[in-house]
């Protein structure tokens, strides 16, 4: 490995990106966790190190095989926005930048793709996701219908904890809105649920562009919880998500746009 610190290139050539816009280095820190909804995450692999106890006896270093680091780094590019309304995702590429052999990367790949965090065109690779004005729309819509389906669940049976102010308005509403669904305890709700916010975190960052959400939204929505008042807040939920499909055009337009700059380069 190059160590915790890496730069990515764009796996093109051409340019590097940083929240949908390739415009230079992006330097980050990923955590070589898997992501959460890895349930099928094999234990760590044991390596011999070398001793510096002088007993004869061998220290053990603990590292995760290729395939879940080239899985964990390429889920949090995508979600961060790193990549490009859809950028191209050159297999060896990618693999030299994390520095891995291809094959580790090439699965990775095509594991996110079969999420639907990326995509996958027959004879062409893979590709950052280049969703249209009506794939943001549906994609809202889904995840409303989702919140509301574990609202229903919840019933009045749901004891919320206090929550937390830290972080950005649209960080502290998806930590909320994970949280109702896991309290749902529908399992294929959650893994819905996670699925469908892997494909919304890089649009909502060029939204906060277009339509930053106002900490207000987030209050009145933690505090209905806190008090339990899930027939006050079911509507509250619904005018949100109208709210933010209502800005897919300006929002599809900025990403093409910063697309098409792109290929000028």
Known sequence: ???????????????????????????F????????????????????GRSD???????????????????????????????????????????????LSPTPVREALARLAGEGVIEHRP????????????????????????????????GSSLVWPVAEKAGAPQERLERLFAQLVEAS???????AHRRT????????????RVAPLPSEVVDRMEGLLSQARLDHLSPVVETYHSERAAHAQPVFAMMRKSAESIDQI
Not at 7 to 26: D, E, I, R, S, Y
Not at 29 to 48: H, T
Not at 185 to 191: C, E, F, S, Y
């Open 29 to 48: 820190s990923f955590d070589p966790r898997p992501p959460r909804d890895e349930r099928d995450d094999p234990p760590c692999q044991r390596l011999p």
């Open 53 to 99: 106890s002088g007993d004869g006896r061998r220290n053990v270093v603990k590292i995760r095989d290729p395939y879940h680091l080239a899985l964990t780094a390429l889920t949090q590019f995508a979600g961060a926005g790193r990549f490009g309304w859809g950028m191209p995702l050159v297999t060896t590429a990618v693999a030299e930048e994390l520095g």
């Open 123 to 154: 004879g062409r690779g893979y590709f950052a996701l280049s969703p249209s004005s009506s794939d943001i729309i549906e994609l809202y819509e889904l995840h409303g219908r989702l919140a509301q389906w574990a609202l229903i669940r919840c």
């Open 197 to 208: 916010v892997a494909q919304l975190r890089p649009i909502r960052i060029v939204e906060e």
């Open 185 to 191: 305890g529908n399992g294929a709700l959650v893994r």
């Open 1 to 27: 490995m190059k160590g915790a610190k890496e730069t990515v290139f764009k796996a093109c050539g051409k340019a590097q990106t940083t929240c949908g816009l390739l415009t230079k280095p992006v330097e």
